[in-house]
């Protein structure tokens, strides 16, 4: 069974930082795209940010800037290094990854979510 695992979110006042985590474990190979996505209550989950195996990184709009997305491969694990946090960055944050599968080929693959929360 595969697990994407997310860690470090919380209550943070505006201007503050957070640095969210995601392991992927489990009977696994390797992990190729990883990524963070974010719901808000009543709206639709919206891509905050991607990264490849290889590094190349893609970001939302809204946290260009604000937002670094960075990877250990040996350890299958993404982070997710907030920055100058704003209210509208208030949501679940979900993590993402496409995983090999071991012999059942690659698929997509969420975690549970966890929040952040923006406010003083």
């Known amino acids: 069974q595969v697990q994407l695992v997310e860690s470090g979110g919380g209550l943070v006042q505006p201007g503050g930082s957070l640095r969210l985590s995601c392991v992927a474990s489990?009977?696994?190979?390797?992990?190729?795209?990883m990524g963070w996505h974010r719901e808000v209550s009543g709206k639709q989950r919206e891509l905050v940010a991607i990264?490849?195996?290889?590094?190349?990184?893609i970001y939302a709009d809204s946290v260009k800037g604000r937002f670094t997305i960075s990877r250990d491969n040996a350890k299958n694990t993404i982070y997710l290094q907030m920055n100058s946090l704003k209210s509208e960055d208030t949501a679940v944050y979900y993590c993402?990854?496409?995983?090999?599968?071991?012999?059942?080929?690659?698929?997509?693959?969420w975690g549970q979510g966890i929040q952040v929360t923006v406010s003083s």
């Open positions: 990264i490849t195996r290889d590094g190349v990184t």
């Open positions: 489990g009977r696994i190979g390797v992990t190729y795209d």
């Open positions: 993402n990854a496409d995983v090999d599968l071991l012999g059942v080929g690659t698929q997509s693959r």
